[in-house]
């Protein structure tokens, strides 16, 4: 079978690609705009806003696994989580179509349900909060019109929570790296449960589908949480615990936090710099981000890494040497 990842040089797709390298029946090919550090043999360079691009490298492609998005909280222009995550989702399915390729696994994200909402599942409407999630909306719009068109199409949207793992640096990287710093104070109460995806799981849910969706015509949505949940402090004990690291009791009034990220936001606008504090990132940190995930479960996968495991193969790779 051959495989197209579309982004593969970023986090989640260095993983994908490793993982499924294990597999003798893929031929694999790395489709993104950065060279890939981890499998530079099997990268071309290709943007998904170019569609002669993505014609030409998708040639004898039998599946495509669609990674590359605009993610992060800070990105400017904001027109381009619209042109990389919807027009290049568009881009996307008309190299697919013109190619004959009708095999599509699309990671969008629980963020099309915005915050604080109570543990939704799959059906949940969505209300996504920021532009990176009413991007990943729109594309899924995009892919939603496409199916009613082609029928004869296998989708699948795996939507992830926020994932983790060694070498991101992503939000709880930044978390992790200020415990372990000892540079750690809690923002609110620490109550809020938030749902998490390890990224060892997260590459082999995706080879599980590659295995089980083999011909059918099919359009599934699956959130992807690693469960069971845990809470800020339970996040933080944890991490403490592993790292031997003390835990400062001192905690701010959610109030406090965001008027600090305000005014980081402000001091970005000003300076034209990225801070590791905002208020987007202020309100993510303190919300309740918990999500249903019965849909995988009763799919037959099961994750490789309970969460407790990836998170101490994360801190000790990161922060405390390779003795995993």
């Not at 993505?54 to 992060?72: I, K, M």
């Not at 995550?85 to 099309?112: C, D, H, P, W």
Request: a neutral charge.
């Amino acid at each position: 079978m051959k495989v197209a990842i579309i982004g593969g040089s970023g986090f989640i797709g260095t993983n994908v690609i490793r993982l499924l390298q294990k597999d003798e029946g893929y031929d694999l090919q790395n489709l993104d705009k950065r060279q890939s550090a981890a499998c530079p043999e099997i990268t071309r360079l290709v943007d998904v806003t170019d569609r002669d691009q993505l014609l030409e490298g998708l040639v004898g492609v039998d599946v495509v696994v669609l990674l590359a998005a605009e993610h992060q909280d800070n990105v400017q222009p904001i027109s381009l989580y619209y042109e990389v995550n919807v027009e290049g989702m568009k881009n996307v399915l008309y190299a697919m179509n013109q190619n004959g390729i009708k095999r599509l696994v699309f990671t969008s994200s629980v963020a099309i349900y915005g915050l604080d909402k109570d543990n939704p599942d799959e059906s949940f409407p969505a209300d996504p909060f920021n532009h990176y999630g009413k991007s990943k909306w729109e594309a899924e719009l995009v892919l939603q019109e496409w199916y009613a068109k082609h029928a004869d199409w296998n989708i699948n949207i795996i939507r992830p929570t926020v994932v983790f793992g060694e070498g991101n640096r992503g939000n709880v990287f930044n978390l992790l790296n200020q415990i372990a710093s000892s540079r750690f104070m809690m923002i609110g109460k620490g109550r809020n449960e938030k749902s998490m995806s390890y990224v060892g799981n997260i590459a082999a849910f995706v080879a599980f589908l590659l295995k089980i969706k083999v011909s059918e015509s099919e359009y599934e949505v699956y959130n992807y949480v690693d469960k069971p949940d845990l809470t800020t402090n339970d996040i933080v004990y944890n991490t403490g615990k592993v790292l031997k690291k003390p835990i400062s009791g001192l905690r701010i009034p959610y109030w406090i936090g965001m008027l600090g990220g305000y005014a980081f936001d402000v001091l970005a606008f000003m300076t034209r710099k990225k801070f590791a504090i905002s208020s987007v990132r202020v309100r993510k940190f303190c919300a309740v981000t918990k999500y249903d995930a019965k849909k995988v479960a009763a799919s037959g996968f099961v994750p490789p890494f309970a969460l407790e495991e990836g998170l101490k193969r994360t801190l000790l790779a990161e922060f405390g040497g390779d003795d995993l």
